[in-house]
């Protein structure tokens, strides 16, 4: 069974970086996408960003020139490098992983104050 592990959420003011990590565990296969989601309270999930196993990202609009997504496909391991955070980042971030199916983190925390 694969879990995910996510760590590096925090609080930090406007302008200031944090870092996240993503480890996933349970499986010898490598994972044909994982990413980065986030649920901010009474809004939608959204997706941030992507890393397929071939290296390709996407990000959405809001953070871009912002964030950067790089992994360890021998780690199975994503990173989530956030730079210039604002308060509207603010939110739960949950790691996925895609296989056969979807796997999820259990999110971690980040918040941003003004």
């Known amino acids: 069974q694969v879990q995910l592990v996510e760590s590096g959420g925090g609080l930090v003011q406007a302008g200031e970086s944090l870092r996240l990590s993503c480890a996933a565990s349970g499986s010898i296969f490598l994972f044909s996408a994982m990413g980065w989601y986030r649920q901010a309270p009474g809004k939608q999930r959204e997706l941030v960003a992507t890393r397929t196993s071939g290296g390709f990202t996407n990000y959405a609009d809001s953070v871009k020139g912002r964030f950067t997504i790089s992994g360890d496909n021998a780690k199975k391991t994503i990173y989530l490098q956030m730079n210039s955070l604002k308060p509207e980042d603010t939110a739960v971030y949950l790691c996925?992983?895609?296989?056969?199916?979807?796997?999820w983190g259990q999110g971690t925390q980040v918040t941003v104050s003004s």
């Open positions: 996925y992983a895609d296989r056969i199916s979807r796997t």
